[in-house]
Protein backbone atom coordinates (compact mmCIF):
# COMPACT_ATOMS: atom_id res chain seq x y z
CA UNK A 1 0.00 0.00 0.00
CA UNK A 2 0.94 3.62 -0.53
CA UNK A 3 0.48 6.83 0.98
CA UNK A 4 -1.43 9.91 -0.26
CA UNK A 5 -2.71 13.14 1.96
CA UNK A 6 -5.20 15.26 0.49
CA UNK A 7 -5.15 18.75 1.83
CA UNK A 8 -8.72 19.87 2.58
CA UNK A 9 -9.46 23.77 0.16
CA UNK A 10 -9.53 25.31 3.69
CA UNK A 11 -6.18 24.32 3.81
CA UNK A 12 -5.87 23.19 7.37
CA UNK A 13 -7.89 20.02 7.14
CA UNK A 14 -6.01 16.56 5.49
CA UNK A 15 -7.42 13.37 5.04
CA UNK A 16 -4.60 10.34 4.87
CA UNK A 17 -5.13 7.84 2.30
CA UNK A 18 -3.39 4.72 1.79
CA UNK A 19 -3.99 2.93 -1.91
CA UNK A 20 -2.89 0.18 -4.18
CA UNK A 21 -0.27 0.82 -6.78
CA UNK A 22 -2.08 1.25 -9.96
CA UNK A 23 -4.65 3.56 -8.69
CA UNK A 24 -6.13 6.31 -9.96
CA UNK A 25 -5.86 9.43 -7.87
CA UNK A 26 -9.57 10.88 -8.83
CA UNK A 27 -10.71 7.25 -7.66
CA UNK A 28 -8.69 7.27 -4.26
CA UNK A 29 -9.88 10.68 -4.00
CA UNK A 30 -13.58 9.86 -4.14
CA UNK A 31 -13.12 7.06 -2.05
CA UNK A 32 -12.52 9.46 0.80
CA UNK A 33 -15.36 11.77 0.26
CA UNK A 34 -12.74 14.37 -1.13
CA UNK A 35 -15.09 16.19 -3.22
CA UNK A 36 -13.88 15.85 -7.04
CA UNK A 37 -16.08 15.79 -9.32
CA UNK A 38 -14.99 13.48 -11.63
CA UNK A 39 -18.00 14.42 -14.76
CA UNK A 40 -16.09 13.08 -17.36
CA UNK A 41 -15.52 10.00 -15.46
CA UNK A 42 -11.43 9.92 -16.62
CA UNK A 43 -12.08 10.87 -20.21
CA UNK A 44 -10.59 14.30 -19.81
CA UNK A 45 -13.34 15.85 -21.16
CA UNK A 46 -13.58 18.29 -18.32
CA UNK A 47 -11.44 19.50 -15.40
CA UNK A 48 -13.86 19.02 -12.64
CA UNK A 49 -11.01 16.61 -10.75
CA UNK A 50 -8.69 19.50 -10.86
CA UNK A 51 -5.86 19.03 -7.95
CA UNK A 52 -3.18 21.06 -7.38
CA UNK A 53 -0.03 18.66 -6.54
CA UNK A 54 2.29 19.90 -3.62
CA UNK A 55 5.66 21.76 -5.23
CA UNK A 56 7.88 19.03 -3.59
CA UNK A 57 6.12 16.05 -5.30
CA UNK A 58 5.10 17.60 -8.34
CA UNK A 59 8.68 16.27 -10.47
CA UNK A 60 8.11 13.30 -9.53
CA UNK A 61 4.58 12.99 -11.97
CA UNK A 62 5.23 12.49 -15.50
CA UNK A 63 4.28 15.03 -17.60
CA UNK A 64 0.79 16.61 -18.69
CA UNK A 65 -0.19 15.39 -21.85
CA UNK A 66 -1.07 18.22 -24.38
CA UNK A 67 -4.61 17.00 -23.93
CA UNK A 68 -4.52 17.75 -19.92
CA UNK A 69 -2.88 20.77 -20.29
CA UNK A 70 -5.65 22.13 -22.63
CA UNK A 71 -8.59 20.74 -19.97
CA UNK A 72 -6.66 22.24 -17.35
CA UNK A 73 -6.80 25.50 -18.96
CA UNK A 74 -10.81 25.19 -18.21
CA UNK A 75 -10.14 24.48 -14.34
CA UNK A 76 -10.67 27.41 -11.74
CA UNK A 77 -7.74 28.52 -9.82
CA UNK A 78 -5.44 26.59 -11.39
CA UNK A 79 -1.23 26.69 -10.59
CA UNK A 80 1.80 26.23 -11.77
CA UNK A 81 1.68 22.48 -10.23
CA UNK A 82 -1.98 21.92 -11.22
CA UNK A 83 -3.02 18.44 -12.58
CA UNK A 84 -6.46 16.46 -13.20
CA UNK A 85 -6.40 13.66 -10.41
CA UNK A 86 -7.78 11.53 -13.36
CA UNK A 87 -4.57 11.34 -15.04
CA UNK A 88 -2.62 10.70 -11.93
CA UNK A 89 -1.90 6.83 -11.88
CA UNK A 90 -0.23 5.87 -8.49
CA UNK A 91 3.55 4.15 -8.92
CA UNK A 92 5.21 3.32 -6.09
CA UNK A 93 7.39 6.42 -6.98
CA UNK A 94 4.57 8.67 -6.13
CA UNK A 95 4.33 6.95 -2.44
CA UNK A 96 3.59 9.75 0.38
CA UNK A 97 2.15 12.13 -2.63
CA UNK A 98 0.43 15.64 -1.32
CA UNK A 99 -2.16 17.23 -3.27
CA UNK A 100 -5.12 20.14 -2.41
CA UNK A 101 -7.87 20.04 -3.20
CA UNK A 102 -8.34 23.93 -4.74
CA UNK A 103 -10.61 26.39 -3.08
CA UNK A 104 -13.05 27.05 -5.96
CA UNK A 105 -14.08 24.32 -8.44
CA UNK A 106 -16.76 24.30 -11.22
CA UNK A 107 -19.47 21.83 -11.78
CA UNK A 108 -19.95 20.71 -14.71
CA UNK A 109 -23.27 19.31 -13.96
CA UNK A 110 -25.40 22.32 -13.30
CA UNK A 111 -26.74 22.78 -10.22
CA UNK A 112 -28.16 20.10 -8.71
Known sequence: MMRVTFIHADGRART???AEPGSILLDVAQAHMMP???TCEGQ???STCHVIVAREDFDRLPP???MEEDMLD???GVRRTSRLSC?????P???GLTVHIPPESRNMQGPR
Open 64 to 66: ASE
Open 16 to 18: EAE
Open 74 to 76: LAA
Open 93 to 95: DLD
Open 44 to 46: MAC
Open 87 to 91: QILLT
Open 36 to 38: LEG
